[in-house]
């Protein structure tokens, strides 16, 4: 049987990289791209990875990375958009070039690599595409996380709305929506809205930062759990179209599917009392 192959964007850390690594060891061969290709030193040591130069706002990037894959492995078989970032913070405290940068990595960026990867996935009968999305793209968890919550709620829409294009070409679709997990980057990486001071946001902004630089590890999920997730989908053992992974969103969507939006929106509201 050919070799299968994946592509995955937003590999120089975190849950790129680690699925990066587990796809590898699966004996698949791996298209990792990321920005900063020239730092790599973990996945160059795999023979069956292949890392591309690729920020996923940059159209031309887009372009040749992928270009450069299917050039490389002939044919691409699964998708990841996994690059993200986060801006948290009121809104009003948000600088202009902040609201576009959430928008152009979390949302506009998928839809580079989708756009690019279509062609291809029609030339070869089909194909995945599986985007790391969040619970905060099917729940508001956080208060102060409204860009952060747009970004991913809108991947969402753009998902689900392909899905009566693309299933008439054998391309598949899937969402996978996680919390936090153990030895988290991705907070750490976190963009805060400080244009400027406005002290009614002051007490909010504390009780979040708080809860962020907070969260016990203990209550945290391992991250195998959420590459093990995307593996299912890949490698046909599940065809579930979301999949939320951690007890955190589990409990959130319970909520949210059990009582009218303004008791929910009240509730995680109270947690910041
Ligand atoms: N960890 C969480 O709490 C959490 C929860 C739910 C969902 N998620 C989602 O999970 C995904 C992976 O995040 P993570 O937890 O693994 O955090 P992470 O370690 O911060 O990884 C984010 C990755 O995205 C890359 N990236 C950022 N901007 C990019 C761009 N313009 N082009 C290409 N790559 C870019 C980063 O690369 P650089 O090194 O170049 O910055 C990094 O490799 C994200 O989509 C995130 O929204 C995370």
Known sequence: MNKKTIFITGTSSGLGKLTAIHFA???WNVAATMRTPEKETELTTYDNIKIFKLDVTNVDQVN?????AIATFGKIDVVVNNAGMGSY???ELAEESTIDWQFAVNVRGPINVIRKFLPHFRAVGGGMFINISSFMGVTTAVPLGS???????????LTEGLYYEL????IELRLIEQGGSKGNNFVHSVIWNKNENIDAYNDLENKVSHMMANSPEDQLDDPQTIVDAIAAQATG??????TIVGEAGKG??????SV????YLETIASNYK
């Open 25 to 27: 060891k699966l004996g």
């Open 64 to 68: 040749s990375a992928v270009n450069d």
């Open 89 to 91: 913070g009121a809104l």
């Open 147 to 157: 860009l952060y919550n747009m970004s991913k709620f809108a991947l969402e829409g």
């Open 167 to 170: 299933k008439q070409l054998n």
């Open 237 to 242: 053992e599940s065809n579930q179209f979301r």
């Open 252 to 257: 959130l969507m319970a909520l949210r599917n």
């Open 260 to 263: 009218p939006i303004e008791q």
